[in-house]
């Protein structure tokens, strides 16, 4: 190992994987905003959050968990040029006032201060670092 491996390491570092409850906070800030599908969450967090990754495994486990807690409803959406429907998801809008609190600990994890939703998307500033 040489003193470049060293700083390219912490220039460049590796990917944080997000966990299973981080995992579920986000998916609500997200739902808050637009029906959303998994690999658009993913494709969401990488390109907004460019130091973090939210794996297939974990996603669709926090996706499980929310659609079986009655927080969030799949349905199926028919795509122009895409040959099978694509399964979307949207916020149940009973829970809207528990997913705009559990959102909070996305945005206070990002670094984000706590924003009135009229004003600014947390999804859409970037993290402090």
Known sequence: MKFEDIYQFFEDPPPIYLNKELAVCYVLSMLLQQD????????????????YRLSDT?????????????????YWKKVEGRGRPRRM???N??????????????????GNPVQPSC???????????
Not at 36 to 51: D, F, M, N, V
Not at 119 to 129: K, V
């Open 93 to 110: 809008p009973d829970w809207r006032l528990q997913a705009e609190e559990l959102a909070e600990f996305w945005k206070i994890y990002m």
């Open 58 to 74: 974990v996603l669709y486990g926090a996706l499980k968990f929310l659609e079986d807690e009655n927080a969030i409803d799949g």
């Open 36 to 51: 959303s599908y998994g690999t658009e969450l993913i494709q969401r967090l990488a390109i907004q959050y460019p130091h």
């Open 89 to 91: 998801y949207r916020l």
């Open 119 to 129: 004003t600014q998307s947390p999804a859409f500033s970037s993290p402090r670092r």
